[in-house]
C-alpha cells in the first residue's frame, strides 16, 4: 500500500514535470514568434528605393571637365633637345653624327624660345542632373569653375559636351545644357516639407564610380555655414565626385544638390551638406535668363547678437543682425541705419539669425524700397531702405588717431579714458566717444582693447570721459553693462560683467 503511494506520487511529480517543460516551451515559442514579428515589421518598415533607382537613375549623370594647361618639357616631353646632356659635356657646337653643322644662326644656344604649347588634362568629375527634357542639367559651380570642355556621360553611356549657360559661386549653382530631346529629367520637391529623421537618398559618381546610390536621413535644416545658403545636413554617404548630384525623397523628387563634406580625412565621416532645391531653382531662373544672377545690398557689416549684450541693451531675445559698420553713401546710410543698431526685420520677413540677413536682402531686386526695423536704445525703430545691386565689396578705412593720455579718467570697468578728437571723430564720422588709452578687466577680458572708442553705454550716447564715468558709476552690478565699441571701421556691442 504504501509502495502504491509512492508510486502514484512519483507519477503525480513526473507528469508536473512535462506540463511545466511544456509550460516553458510555450512561453519560449510565443516569445520566439513575438521577436519574429518585431523583426519582421521592423525589416518591413524600411524603404525599398528599387522603384525610386530605377525612375531616377537616367536623369543623373556623370561630369568630367579638361581645362588647358602649358605643355612643360619633360625629360622625354615634346620640344625637349635630345641632345642637350651631350653639349653640356662637349659645348655646345656638338651635332650628331651625319647632321650637319649648324650655321651662326642655327647655334641652338642662340635660337629663339618658343612658347609652349597648351594641352588638354583632365580636370576632375562630378555629378548632375537634368531638370528639363530639353537639355538642362544643374551641378555645382565648383564642379565646373575653370574648366574648358565639359563632358556629360548618360548611364546608356552616351556622351554629350555642354556648355555653361551660367554659374553663381556665391550659392555654388551652376545651368548647363547639351544639345539633346527627350532627356529624362527628375522633378522638383520641396525641401522646406524635409523633417529631422525623414530617409533620402543620393545618386552620383564618388571617385569616379558612375550612378552610385546611397541613402540616410536628413540630420539637421538650415546648417548655417555660408552667406546664402542654409543646407541640408545628412548623413547620407558623399565623396568627392558626388557633388552637384542629386538629393532625393521618397517620392523620387529633388529637395536638394548634394555640395559639400564636413571631414577631416577628405573622404566621408558622417556628415553632408546639401543645397535646399528652392534656393538652386531660384538662381536657375535667374541664370536661364541672363547667365548670371543679381543681388540686392544695403551696405552694412553685421554680426551675431549674443544673449549678454541683448540683456544689456535690452533687446527681448538675442535675435537679429548687429550692425558693425555702415558704408558711407550706401542705402543703409541713406536710410538712416547707425552702427550699433541691432536689424530685427526686413521687409515682412523677421531676421532670427545674423545670417538671415544677407540672404534676404539678397533676394531683394535691386531698386526695391523696403521697410527695415530696428532696435535702438531700447526701443525699435522702423526706417526705409531702396535696396541696390551687389558688387564688388567696400571696406571703409579709417583709424582713430592716438592722443595723448593728459586727460585720462579711470572707471571702474577698468579703462582709462580720454576726450576723442574733432578731426578724428569727422574721419570716423562719429560724435562724442571716449577713446581707451589703457585697459584692464573686467572690461580686457570681455575684449575692449586699447585705442577703442566707447560710443555709448547701454542706452547712452558718451560724450566726454567725465560723462562716461559717471554713466558708469550709476550702473547696475548685478547686470551686464553694454558697451557701444568702434575698432577701425567696425562698431560692435561688448557685454562687460562687473560683478564676476
Given at each position: 500500500?504504501?509502495?502504491?503511494?509512492?508510486?502514484?506520487?512519483?507519477?503525480?511529480?513526473?507528469?508536473?514535470?512535462?506540463?511545466?517543460?511544456?509550460?516553458?516551451?510555450?512561453?519560449?515559442?510565443?516569445?520566439?514568434?513575438?521577436?519574429?514579428?518585431?523583426?519582421?515589421?521592423?525589416?518591413?518598415?524600411?524603404?525599398?528605393?528599387?522603384?525610386?533607382?530605377?525612375?531616377?537613375?537616367?536623369?543623373?549623370?556623370?561630369?568630367?571637365?579638361?581645362?588647358?594647361?602649358?605643355?612643360?618639357?619633360?625629360?622625354?616631353?615634346?620640344?625637349?633637345?635630345?641632345?642637350?646632356?651631350?653639349?653640356?659635356?662637349?659645348?655646345?657646337?656638338?651635332?650628331?653624327?651625319?647632321?650637319?653643322?649648324?650655321?651662326?644662326?642655327?647655334?641652338?644656344?642662340?635660337?629663339?624660345?618658343?612658347?609652349?604649347?597648351?594641352?588638354?588634362?583632365?580636370?576632375?568629375?562630378?555629378?548632375?542632373?537634368?531638370?528639363?527634357?530639353?537639355?538642362?542639367?544643374?551641378?555645382?559651380?565648383?564642379?565646373?569653375?575653370?574648366?574648358?570642355?565639359?563632358?556629360?556621360?548618360?548611364?546608356?553611356?552616351?556622351?554629350?559636351?555642354?556648355?555653361?549657360?551660367?554659374?553663381?559661386?556665391?550659392?555654388?549653382?551652376?545651368?548647363?545644357?547639351?544639345?539633346?530631346?527627350?532627356?529624362?529629367?527628375?522633378?522638383?520637391?520641396?525641401?522646406?516639407?524635409?523633417?529631422k529623421g525623414q530617409w533620402v537618398?543620393?545618386?552620383?559618381?564618388p571617385f569616379g564610380l558612375e550612378?552610385?546610390?546611397?541613402?540616410?536621413?536628413?540630420?539637421?535644416?538650415?546648417?548655417?555655414?555660408?552667406?546664402?545658403?542654409?543646407?541640408?545636413?545628412?548623413?547620407?554617404?558623399?565623396?568627392?565626385?558626388?557633388?552637384?548630384?542629386?538629393?532625393?525623397?521618397?517620392?523620387?523628387?529633388?529637395?536638394?544638390?548634394?555640395?559639400?563634406?564636413?571631414?577631416?580625412?577628405?573622404?566621408?565621416?558622417?556628415?553632408?551638406?546639401?543645397?535646399?532645391?528652392?534656393?538652386?531653382?531660384?538662381?536657375?531662373?535667374?541664370?536661364?535668363?541672363?547667365?548670371?544672377?543679381?543681388?540686392?545690398?544695403?551696405?552694412?557689416?553685421?554680426?551675431?547678437?549674443?544673449?549678454?549684450?541683448?540683456?544689456?541693451?535690452?533687446?527681448?531675445?538675442?535675435?537679429?543682425?548687429?550692425?558693425?559698420?555702415?558704408?558711407?553713401?550706401?542705402?543703409?546710410?541713406?536710410?538712416?541705419?547707425?552702427?550699433?543698431?541691432?536689424?530685427?526685420?526686413?521687409?515682412?520677413?523677421?531676421?532670427?539669425?545674423?545670417?538671415?540677413?544677407?540672404?534676404?536682402?539678397?533676394?531683394?531686386?535691386?531698386?526695391?524700397?523696403?521697410?527695415?526695423?530696428?532696435?535702438?536704445?531700447?526701443?525699435?525703430?522702423?526706417?526705409?531702405?531702396?535696396?541696390?545691386?551687389?558688387?564688388?565689396?567696400?571696406?571703409?578705412?579709417?583709424?582713430?588717431?592716438?592722443?595723448?593720455?593728459?586727460?585720462?579718467?579711470?572707471?571702474?570697468?577698468?579703462?582709462?579714458?580720454?576726450?576723442?578728437?574733432?578731426?578724428?571723430?569727422?574721419?570716423?564720422?562719429?560724435?562724442?566717444?571716449?577713446?581707451?588709452?589703457?585697459?584692464?578687466?573686467?572690461?580686457?577680458?570681455?575684449?575692449?582693447?586699447?585705442?577703442?572708442?566707447?560710443?555709448?553705454?547701454?542706452?547712452?550716447?558718451?560724450?566726454?570721459?567725465?560723462?562716461?564715468?559717471?554713466?558708469?558709476?550709476?550702473?547696475?552690478?548685478?547686470?551686464?553693462?553694454?558697451?557701444?565699441?568702434?575698432?577701425?571701421?567696425?562698431?560692435?556691442?561688448?557685454?562687460?560683467?562687473?560683478?564676476?
Open positions: 500500500m504504501q509502495e502504491q503511494f509512492y508510486f502514484s506520487a512519483f507519477q503525480s511529480v513526473k507528469r508536473a514535470r512535462r506540463g511545466l517543460l511544456a509550460l516553458v516551451m510555450g512561453v519560449v515559442l510565443i516569445a520566439g514568434g513575438i521577436q519574429h514579428v518585431t523583426v519582421h515589421a521592423q525589416v518591413a518598415g524600411l524603404p525599398d528605393f528599387t522603384s525610386i533607382v530605377e525612375k531616377a537613375e537616367p536623369a543623373v549623370v556623370n561630369i568630367r571637365t579638361t581645362a588647358k594647361v602649358a605643355a612643360r618639357s619633360g625629360p622625354q616631353g615634346q620640344g625637349q633637345d635630345p641632345y642637350e646632356m651631350f653639349r653640356h659635356f662637349f659645348g655646345p657646337d656638338f651635332q650628331p653624327p651625319g647632321a650637319r653643322p649648324p650655321g651662326p644662326q642655327q647655334n641652338p644656344r642662340n635660337k629663339p624660345r618658343t612658347e609652349p604649347e597648351e594641352r588638354s588634362v583632365p580636370r576632375g568629375v562630378g555629378s548632375g542632373f537634368f531638370i528639363s527634357e530639353d537639355g538642362y542639367l544643374l551641378t555645382n559651380h565648383h564642379v565646373v569653375e575653370g574648366a574648358t570642355d565639359i563632358f556629360v556621360t548618360l548611364t546608356d553611356a552616351r556622351e554629350f559636351k555642354a556648355k555653361v549657360i551660367g554659374s553663381d559661386k556665391r550659392t555654388d549653382v551652376a545651368l548647363l545644357k547639351v544639345e539633346a530631346k527627350g532627356m529624362a529629367f527628375l522633378p522638383i520637391g520641396n525641401a522646406k516639407l524635409l523633417k537618398m543620393a545618386i552620383g559618381s550612378s552610385t546610390v546611397t541613402s540616410g536621413i536628413v540630420s539637421a535644416l538650415g546648417r548655417e555655414t555660408g552667406d546664402y545658403l542654409p543646407f541640408i545636413q545628412t548623413d547620407v554617404a558623399v565623396n568627392p565626385g558626388n557633388s552637384g548630384g542629386p538629393l532625393l525623397n521618397l517620392k523620387g523628387e529633388v529637395v536638394g544638390i548634394n555640395a559639400q563634406i564636413v571631414s577631416r580625412s577628405g573622404g566621408f565621416m558622417g556628415i553632408s551638406l546639401a543645397i535646399p532645391i528652392e534656393e538652386a531653382m531660384s538662381v536657375v531662373d535667374q541664370l536661364r535668363a541672363s547667365g548670371s544672377v543679381t543681388r540686392g545690398r544695403i551696405g552694412v557689416q553685421i554680426g551675431e547678437v549674443s544673449k549678454d549684450v541683448a540683456q544689456a541693451i535690452g533687446l527681448p531675445k538675442a535675435e537679429g543682425a548687429l550692425v558693425g559698420g555702415v558704408e558711407p553713401d550706401a542705402p543703409a546710410d541713406k536710410a538712416g541705419v547707425l552702427p550699433g543698431d541691432v536689424i530685427t526685420k526686413f521687409g515682412d520677413k523677421p531676421i532670427s539669425r545674423w545670417s538671415d540677413l544677407p540672404r534676404v536682402v539678397g533676394e531683394t531686386k535691386p531698386g526695391t524700397t523696403s521697410t527695415l526695423e530696428v532696435w535702438r536704445k531700447g526701443k525699435p525703430l522702423t526706417l526705409k531702405v531702396t535696396v541696390s545691386e551687389l558688387k564688388a565689396d567696400k571696406t571703409a578705412a579709417a583709424e582713430p588717431s592716438t592722443a595723448k593720455p593728459a586727460d585720462a579718467v579711470t572707471t571702474v570697468l577698468g579703462m582709462d579714458v580720454i576726450p576723442v578728437k574733432e578731426d578724428v571723430q569727422k574721419k570716423l564720422r562719429i560724435q562724442g566717444g571716449v577713446q581707451v588709452t589703457a585697459v584692464d578687466a573686467p572690461a580686457s577680458t570681455a575684449g575692449v582693447l586699447e585705442g577703442d572708442i566707447i560710443l555709448a553705454v547701454n542706452d547712452t550716447d558718451i560724450t566726454t570721459p567725465a560723462q562716461f564715468a559717471k554713466v558708469v558709476a550709476g550702473l547696475d552690478a548685478s547686470r551686464p553693462v553694454g558697451l557701444m565699441v568702434r575698432t577701425g571701421d567696425q562698431t560692435r556691442w561688448v557685454a562687460v560683467r562687473t560683478d564676476k
